[in-house]
Protein backbone atom coordinates (compact mmCIF):
# COMPACT_ATOMS: atom_id res chain seq x y z
CA UNK A 1 0.00 0.00 0.00
CA UNK A 2 1.03 3.50 -0.46
CA UNK A 3 2.23 5.29 2.54
CA UNK A 4 0.09 8.38 1.91
CA UNK A 5 -2.95 6.00 2.16
CA UNK A 6 -2.14 5.76 5.69
CA UNK A 7 -1.79 9.74 5.96
CA UNK A 8 -5.52 10.32 4.64
CA UNK A 9 -7.13 7.37 6.62
CA UNK A 10 -5.46 9.25 9.54
CA UNK A 11 -6.92 12.38 8.84
CA UNK A 12 -10.35 10.99 7.67
CA UNK A 13 -10.86 9.42 11.41
CA UNK A 14 -9.76 12.84 12.93
CA UNK A 15 -12.16 14.41 10.81
CA UNK A 16 -14.88 12.22 12.03
CA UNK A 17 -13.60 12.43 15.54
CA UNK A 18 -14.36 15.76 15.37
CA UNK A 19 -17.34 16.05 13.77
CA UNK A 20 -18.33 13.44 16.68
CA UNK A 21 -16.98 15.61 19.37
CA UNK A 22 -19.09 19.08 18.24
CA UNK A 23 -22.01 17.37 17.69
CA UNK A 24 -21.83 15.89 21.16
CA UNK A 25 -20.86 19.56 22.37
CA UNK A 26 -23.73 20.96 19.98
CA UNK A 27 -26.38 18.61 21.92
CA UNK A 28 -25.09 19.45 25.73
CA UNK A 29 -25.67 23.21 24.99
CA UNK A 30 -27.75 24.27 27.65
CA UNK A 31 -30.13 26.38 25.69
CA UNK A 32 -31.18 23.05 23.99
CA UNK A 33 -32.17 21.91 27.25
CA UNK A 34 -35.98 23.14 26.73
CA UNK A 35 -36.29 21.94 23.40
CA UNK A 36 -35.06 18.57 24.34
CA UNK A 37 -37.24 18.53 27.64
CA UNK A 38 -40.04 19.15 25.68
CA UNK A 39 -39.64 16.53 23.03
CA UNK A 40 -38.93 13.79 25.65
CA UNK A 41 -42.04 14.41 27.25
CA UNK A 42 -43.82 14.67 23.89
CA UNK A 43 -45.05 10.84 24.01
CA UNK A 44 -46.47 11.03 26.89
CA UNK A 45 -49.03 13.57 25.96
CA UNK A 46 -51.23 11.44 23.11
CA UNK A 47 -54.43 12.36 22.92
CA UNK A 48 -56.92 9.24 23.21
CA UNK A 49 -57.55 8.11 19.22
CA UNK A 50 -60.25 6.20 19.91
CA UNK A 51 -62.66 8.46 20.26
Not at 18 to 39: C, E, Q, S, Y
Request: hydrophobic content about 55%; overall charge negative.
Amino acid sequence: MNELWGHVIGVFIVVLTLTFIGIWVWAWLPHHRKNFDALAHLPMHDEDESR
